[in-house]
């Protein structure tokens, strides 16, 4: 199946200070991209839609001046979250769409956050 | 909007087969998904079903969908410690263009040796 990567896999901040992890699909093109929060015991929350070219959708809630998502090209999204606090300390999943006949998303492997 | 809901803890013994059940709302045409996820692990895609099939079968997978009741299930056939991991259906609506996923709330399998 189609790969998605993502890095890094885990991160530890201080707080206060600003984290960027990338999300690649390495062997297909992707003009929309998933960036989903997961916090422990508990189901995937979609944050915002990442689409090349163009803004991210956000959903309700999520704050769009703290987590920048930059799509620059076909096969790289960024989620950068700014200003880190404690209470930003999550899993962080990307996924991307491919059409192979069938509509499927396929997950990156996540970044676990952690702020001091 | 949609709602998918399943049972939190399963547990099996090793060798048995296991049922993992969800319910989803969406009345639309839709494809409905099986992931897994292992601790500290992104989703595996495990299979898929679209809403005008009522079953899958995939090596030791089985999808059933009871459309009617908007009843999906896993079934895992000869199960082994190694599909402990949390299983989430979801599903996305056909209506156009990329759709946005709604997971379950996942259910926790524990196999015991």
């Known amino acids: 199946g189609a790969v998605v990567s993502q890095h890094p896999s885990w991160v530890i901040c201080k707080s206060g200070t600003s984290v960027k992890i990338e999300c690649r699909s390495l062997d297909f093109q992707a003009t929309t991209m998933f960036w989903y929060r997961q916090f422990p015991k508990q189901s995937l929350m979609l944050m915002a839609t990442?689409?090349?070219?163009?803004?991210?959708?956000?959903e309700q809630g999520v704050e769009k001046d703290k987590f920048l998502i930059n799509h620059a090209s076909l096969t790289l999204s960024t989620l950068t979250v700014t200003s880190a606090h404690p209470e930003d300390s999550s899993f962080y999943i990307c996924s991307a769409p491919t059409d192979t006949g069938v509509y499927t998303q396929y997950f990156g492997p996540g970044t676990r956050l952690t702020v001091l | 909007g949609e709602d998918v809901e399943q049972s939190l803890f399963l547990s099996v013994r090793e060798g048995d087969s296991s049922v993992i059940n969800c319910t989803y709302t969406d009345s639309s045409s839709t494809y409905l998904y099986w992931y897994k996820q292992e601790p500290g692990a992104g989703l595996q895609l495990l299979t898929y079903i679209f809403s005008n099939m009522d079953m899958k079968q995939d090596q030791r997978l089985t999808v059933l969908l009871n459309k009617k009741d908007k009843h999906l299930s896993l079934r895992i056939a000869d199960t082994q410690t190694g599909d402990s991991a949390i299983y989430f259906c979801?599903?996305?609506?056909?209506?156009?263009?990329?759709?946005?996923?709604?997971f379950g709330t996942g259910t926790k399998l524990q196999v015991i040796p």
């Open positions: 979801a599903e996305i609506p056909i209506s156009g263009g990329y759709q946005k996923v709604t």
């Open positions: 990442s689409n090349e070219g163009s803004k991210a959708t956000y």
